[in-house]
């Protein structure tokens, strides 16, 4: 299948750093951390701290790195960018000229998909909890709307009789996932095995209520059924369960045709999808090393998994979507911040930052690691153990216990892999701004994002005249 793009895809050629980090993040010739061609220092007194950074070369390059694999394994393959990892405008402009289409969660994320231009065809709606005018926006632009609820269906018809179109729909599975009753993996969702966290967290119709949502479907003319949908999510790091999540889709389509008459024509296996680091990165502190499944890894085991069941049931090959976030985001970015005060206590030696777990949310979350160097002589040995915090009046910790060179106030130090579910899920406690993110190519960086200012803060607060007069009238 050819993806059509629109603007420019550019050739990409990997950077020979000195340390690679990734393909386009290593330390340059001056020893200093650098993304793409531009030092990373001089980013940061450029446009200051707390900022992300991302290089949209790294990030063409590992999404065409995770289609190619899907593609040399499975006939048909589209890729659906999950733009809840990062759903900056100028990312998804990247991610349309290279062809990807896009899972949007709620109205806002499909707003802005559609504003970037994105192919609505290429587009689908998911979530538990649809309002009508997210529905109406899907149907009248032409997106693929994913069925979440049992009144769903007739929302749906509704709006596209009222409208006068037909509206693609697919339906969100609860899949048994039996033989994950005992694998164990991250607990992303609360304690449990990964088919116990499934069980309990993951929404979707069952087998009997999908097999009545088609039924009533086929009666509507205005209801195309066009696939059927399910999210594993970050639960494991082992691709063979990701094989076995995929096997099953394709055994739902079996019950489906014997149920109903109708085949799934496309299934869409969703996200969660991780990757390794030799210096390790992800959940419960460098779980995802250079050990971690790569993405011909999961393509290669997927693929088998689901034209082995196709070929038991007799059925033919779907098409194939899948929704990849943090593992074509994530590697993408750095975030920076600048060391302030350094506290030497009698068991502990607290390096303070200006970026904080409003800006990695995560490492305080679902502990997650994120792989930090010093942004100026970045290859340096690291002589002592230090925790690196934020300002926040929490503990704050953005990495603790990591070993670093000596830092002073003033220097700076970057947090790799920071490039998905960092701005987009960035709070304001203790009403810190919002940081700017800056996109590099080449030795070009431009700001995609602004700096929060403290006006965009105070404008969303409202005083009642009464307060106000009790505050400033004087008897």
């Given at each position: 299948?050819?993806?059509?793009?629109?603007?420019?895809?550019?050739?990409?050629?990997?950077?020979?750093?000195?340390?690679?980090?990734?393909?386009?993040?290593?330390?340059?010739?001056?020893?200093?951390?650098?993304?793409?061609?531009?030092?990373?220092?001089?980013?940061?007194?450029?446009?200051?701290?707390?900022?992300?950074?991302?290089?949209?070369?790294?990030?063409?390059?590992?999404?065409?790195?995770?289609?190619?694999?899907?593609?040399?394994?499975?006939?048909?393959?589209?890729?659906?960018?999950?733009?809840?990892?990062?759903?900056?405008?100028?990312?998804?402009?990247?991610?349309?000229?290279?062809?990807?289409?896009?899972?949007?969660?709620?109205?806002?994320?499909?707003?802005?998909?559609?504003?970037?231009?994105?192919?609505?065809?290429?587009?689908?709606?998911?979530?538990?909890?649809?309002?009508?005018?997210?529905?109406?926006?899907?149907?009248?632009?032409?997106?693929?709307?994913?069925?979440d609820a049992m009144d769903e269906l007739d929302r749906i018809a509704a709006i596209a009789?009222?409208?006068?179109?037909?509206?693609?729909?697919?339906?969100?599975?609860?899949?048994?996932?039996?033989?994950?009753?005992?694998?164990?993996?991250?607990?992303?969702?609360?304690?449990?095995?990964?088919?116990?966290?499934?069980?309990?967290?993951?929404?979707?119709?069952?087998?009997?209520?999908?097999?009545?949502?088609?039924?009533?479907?086929?009666?509507?003319?205005?209801?195309?059924?066009?696939?059927?949908?399910?999210?594993?999510?970050?639960?494991?790091?082992?691709?063979?369960?990701?094989?076995?999540?995929?096997?099953?889709?394709?055994?739902?389509?079996?019950?489906?045709?014997?149920?109903?008459?109708?085949?799934?024509?496309?299934?869409?296996?969703?996200?969660?999808?991780?990757?390794?680091?030799?210096?390790?990165?992800?959940?419960?502190?460098?779980?995802?090393?250079?050990?971690?499944?790569?993405?011909?890894?999961?393509?290669?085991?997927?693929?088998?998994?689901?034209?082995?069941?196709?070929?038991?049931?007799?059925?033919?090959?779907?098409?194939?979507?899948?929704?990849?976030?943090?593992?074509?985001?994530?590697?993408?970015?750095?975030?920076?911040?600048?060391?302030?005060?350094?506290?030497?206590?009698?068991?502990?030696?607290?390096?303070?930052?200006?970026?904080?777990?409003?800006?990695?949310?995560?490492?305080?979350?679902?502990?997650?690691?994120?792989?930090?160097?010093?942004?100026?002589?970045?290859?340096?040995?690291?002589?002592?153990?230090?925790?690196?915090?934020?300002?926040?009046?929490?503990?704050?910790?953005?990495?603790?216990?990591?070993?670093?060179?000596?830092?002073?106030?003033g220097d700076y130090v970057a947090f790799l892999d920071a490039g998905g579910y960092t701005?987009?899920?960035?709070?304001?406690?203790?009403?810190?701004?919002?940081?700017?993110?800056?996109?590099?190519?080449?030795?070009?960086?431009?700001?995609?994002?602004?700096?929060?200012?403290?006006?965009?803060?105070?404008?969303?607060?409202?005083?009642?005249?009464?307060?106000?007069?009790?505050?400033?009238?004087?008897?």
């Open positions: 299948m050819k993806e059509k793009t629109s603007g420019q895809a550019p050739q990409l050629t990997p950077i020979d750093y000195k340390v690679k980090f990734g393909e386009f993040i290593g330390i340059g010739p001056n020893g200093h951390l650098f993304v793409d061609g531009c030092d990373v220092q001089e980013l940061a007194e450029t446009f200051g701290t707390p900022l992300y950074i991302i290089s949209e070369n790294q990030l063409r390059y590992t999404y065409r790195a995770f289609r190619d694999a899907f593609r040399r394994h499975y006939p048909d393959v589209e890729i659906l960018f999950a733009n809840k990892s990062n759903n900056g405008l100028a990312i998804r402009h990247i991610m349309n000229q290279e062809g990807a289409g896009g899972d949007c969660f709620g109205a806002q994320e499909m707003y802005m998909a559609l504003l970037a231009g994105t192919d609505a065809r290429t587009l689908v709606l998911n979530g538990s909890n649809k309002q009508d005018e997210e529905l109406e926006m899907a149907i009248a632009n032409g997106l693929c709307v994913n069925i009789d009222q409208l006068g179109v037909d509206v693609d729909v697919g339906i969100r599975l609860k899949l048994d996932l039996e033989p994950l009753r005992e694998r164990k993996g991250v607990a992303m969702h609360g304690p449990g095995t990964l088919k116990q966290q499934s069980d309990s967290t993951k929404w979707g119709m069952t087998r009997e209520q999908t097999a009545e949502i088609v039924k009533r479907a086929l009666t509507m003319p205005r209801i195309k059924l066009k696939e059927t949908h399910f999210h594993l999510s970050r639960m494991s790091n082992d691709a063979a369960d990701f094989a076995v999540m995929a096997k099953e889709m394709i055994t739902w389509s079996g019950y489906l045709r014997d149920k109903t008459g109708w085949t799934p024509p496309c299934i869409d296996i969703g996200g969660g999808w991780t990757f390794g680091k030799w210096y390790g990165t992800g959940p419960n502190s460098q779980l995802d090393d250079a050990s971690a499944p790569t993405a011909e890894d999961y393509a290669r085991l997927c693929a088998a998994a689901i034209k082995e069941e196709a070929a038991r049931l007799g059925l033919p090959l779907p098409k194939l979507r899948l929704e990849p976030g943090r593992a074509l985001s994530g590697p993408s970015g750095v975030a920076v911040g600048r060391v302030g005060a350094v506290k030497t206590g009698a068991t502990k030696k607290w390096v303070n930052l200006d970026l904080s777990t409003n800006h990695l949310s995560w490492s305080a979350v679902l502990d997650w690691y994120y792989h930090a160097v010093a942004v100026a002589n970045a290859e340096a040995e690291g002589t002592e153990v230090v925790d690196l915090v934020g300002p926040l009046c929490n503990s704050d910790e953005v990495g603790s216990h990591r070993k670093m060179p000596a830092l002073q106030r701005e987009s899920s960035a709070a304001r406690y203790n009403a810190q701004l919002l940081p700017a993110t800056v996109l590099v190519a080449g030795d070009k960086a431009e700001i995609t994002t602004e700096r929060e200012q403290l006006r965009d803060v105070m404008g969303r607060f409202r005083v009642p005249p009464r307060l106000l007069a009790g505050s400033f009238t004087r008897s």
